[in-house]
């Protein structure tokens, strides 16, 4: 991150607050061609800042070695190569043709098993007696690289894990996206505030069941070809149709522009738990706590483990800051380094936003009715630490 940028992401801060202007003007999405000559600076402060989406073309990819290797020279999957590097192990798969709630329900399959269905799918004209499946979530490895591999079907309408930035890379085939911004899913609730499996159902259109549907903005649409990248903003809610035999690779990662936004959605997400079971609060001497636990059920994180995932991040840039990077680690491929690589202002920057979230923690009256001595550092110790790290950065 560059001085402008910092200026720029702390000015916005400050007349924003967490949120950030949710519509873009006539429904845009940016087209970044020129890999060259698009920085880092520029994707901060043109698009993580303001949350907006873009693509950036196959430029971007164009070294891969996933694209070069994972793929044929006509663009469709090469069976042989994923068989030989990845054949032996377990990966998740989606039952594509099953609803459960607003998901699919998932079973695990040997990587080489699903690939002989895929053959056999794609032999039989796009269909199985097996239905639709498809493999997603698969974490590769270490680096949070999360392969999809589907054939033709969809992503339900979702918005992103802990309302998360994302990445969506095609290594071969094609999608179709329909995005909505942050806010816009409340006009696609149901009477009973459930949203939709499907955003292009018949059903939503009906206002018996859909109510506010008709105030609803009509989605971005963005067409991916191979080789192209997909942002996603935080809290943005989408569907994904893959429009032929798809790879892709996805990523997705919290920084300070949006670790306010996955607070606020934390919080929301307790309310919820605590109006289902707000007439156990009484008769029940450790509601706050089975609240706490059912929000870990349905979220994957509770209020202590959210105040760790803060105090990683927070030492994570103390230590760049404190420290520095030295020769050993900056040629290791490791997360000091990928840190490292972003700068001092962007460390000053995530530290900044992260005091904002954990003084707001902190003051929260549900999180000051759990057990807090098991948290070391404490978070008073944890927000003075921060605050020196800030002070002697800017100095």
């Given at each position: 991150?560059?001085?402008?940028?910092?200026?720029?992401?702390?000015a916005?801060?400050?007349?924003?607050?967490?949120?950030?202007?949710?519509?873009?003007?006539?429904?845009?999405?940016?087209?970044?061609?020129?890999?060259?000559?698009?920085?880092?600076?520029?994707?901060?402060?043109d698009?993580?800042?303001?949350?907006?989406?873009?693509?950036?073309?196959?430029?971007?990819?164009?070294?891969?070695?996933?694209?070069?290797?994972?793929?044929?020279?006509?663009?469709?999957?090469?069976?042989?190569?994923?068989?030989?590097?990845?054949?032996?192990a377990?990966?998740?798969v989606?039952?594509?043709?099953?609803?459960?709630?607003?998901?699919?329900?998932?079973?695990?399959?040997?990587?080489?098993?699903?690939?002989?269905?895929?053959?056999?799918?794609?032999?039989?004209?796009?269909?199985?007696s097996?239905?639709c499946?498809?493999?997603?979530?698969?974490?590769?490895?270490?680096?949070?690289?999360?392969?999809?591999?589907?054939?033709?079907?969809?992503?339900?309408?979702?918005?992103?894990?802990?309302?998360?930035?994302?990445?969506?890379?095609?290594?071969?085939?094609?999608?179709?996206?329909?995005?909505?911004?942050?806010?816009?899913?409340?006009?696609?609730?149901?009477?009973?505030?459930?949203?939709?499996?499907?955003?292009?159902?018949?059903?939503?259109?009906?206002?018996?069941?859909?109510?506010?549907?008709?105030?609803?903005?009509?989605?971005?649409?963005?067409?991916?070809?191979?080789g192209?990248?997909?942002?996603?903003?935080?809290?943005?809610?989408?569907?994904?149709?893959?429009?032929?035999?798809?790879?892709?690779?996805?990523?997705?990662?919290?920084?300070?522009?949006?670790?306010?936004?996955?607070?606020?959605?934390?919080?929301?997400?307790?309310?919820?738990?605590?109006?289902?079971?707000?007439?156990?609060?009484?008769?029940?001497?450790?509601?706050?706590?089975?609240?706490?636990?059912?929000?870990?059920?349905?979220?994957?994180?509770?209020?202590?483990?959210?105040?760790?995932?803060?105090?990683?991040?927070?030492e994570?840039?103390?230590?760049?800051?404190?420290?520095?990077?030295?020769?050993?680690?900056?040629?290791?491929?490791?997360?000091?380094?990928?840190?490292?690589?972003?700068?001092?202002?962007?460390?000053?920057?995530?530290?900044?936003?992260?005091?904002?979230?954990?003084?707001?923690?902190?003051?929260?009256?549900?999180?000051?009715?759990?057990?807090?001595?098991?948290?070391?550092?404490?978070?008073e110790?944890?927000?003075?630490?921060?605050?020196?790290?800030?002070?002697?950065?800017?100095?």
């Open positions: 991150m560059d001085r402008a940028t910092f200026a720029c992401s702390t916005f801060f400050r007349d924003f607050g967490n949120s950030a202007p949710a519509a873009l003007p006539g429904g845009h999405v940016d087209f970044i061609d020129k890999a060259d000559s698009f920085s880092y600076s520029d994707f901060f402060r698009y993580l800042i303001p949350n907006h989406p873009c693509v950036f073309s196959a430029k971007f990819t164009e070294d891969w070695s996933s694209r070069k290797t994972w793929v044929r020279r006509d663009g469709k999957p090469n069976f042989e190569h994923l068989l030989r590097e990845f054949g032996e377990v990966v998740p989606a039952k594509c043709d099953v609803r459960e709630y607003n998901s699919n329900p998932k079973e695990q399959l040997p990587f080489k098993e699903f690939v002989e269905y895929w053959r056999e799918y794609i032999g039989n004209g796009y269909s199985s097996r239905g499946l498809y493999l997603k979530d698969w974490h590769l490895s270490r680096s949070g690289l999360i392969p999809k591999i589907p054939a033709l079907g969809m992503t339900p309408f979702h918005a992103d894990v802990f309302r998360s930035y994302s990445w969506s890379a095609n290594i071969c085939g094609r999608k179709k996206w329909l995005l909505y911004p942050a806010g816009q899913e409340e006009f696609l609730k149901d009477r009973h505030g459930n949203l939709p499996f499907d955003v292009t159902a018949p059903e939503l259109r009906d206002k018996r069941i859909y109510p506010r549907f008709g105030r609803s903005q009509p989605p971005l649409e963005i067409l991916q070809e191979a192209e990248i997909v942002f996603i903003p935080s809290g943005w809610h989408h569907q994904v149709h893959n429009l032929e035999d798809t790879i892709s690779i996805n990523h997705n990662w919290v920084n300070g522009c949006n670790v306010a936004v996955m607070w606020c959605f934390l919080q929301d997400e307790l309310a919820a738990v605590q109006r289902e079971i707000s007439q156990w609060k009484d008769p029940m001497d450790d509601w706050h706590l089975q609240c706490q636990l059912i929000m870990k059920s349905c979220t994957g994180i509770d209020y202590k483990e959210f105040y760790n995932f803060l105090r990683v991040i927070a994570n840039r103390i230590s760049i800051l404190e420290k520095g990077l030295d020769e050993e680690s900056s040629s290791q491929n490791n997360s000091k380094a990928a840190i490292s690589t972003l700068g001092m202002l962007h460390a000053v920057f995530d530290l900044k936003r992260t005091v904002k979230v954990l003084s707001s923690l902190s003051a929260n009256e549900d999180f000051r009715k759990l057990d807090l001595t098991s948290l070391s550092p404490s978070p110790v944890l927000l003075q630490h921060l605050e020196s790290a800030i002070d002697t950065a800017l100095l």
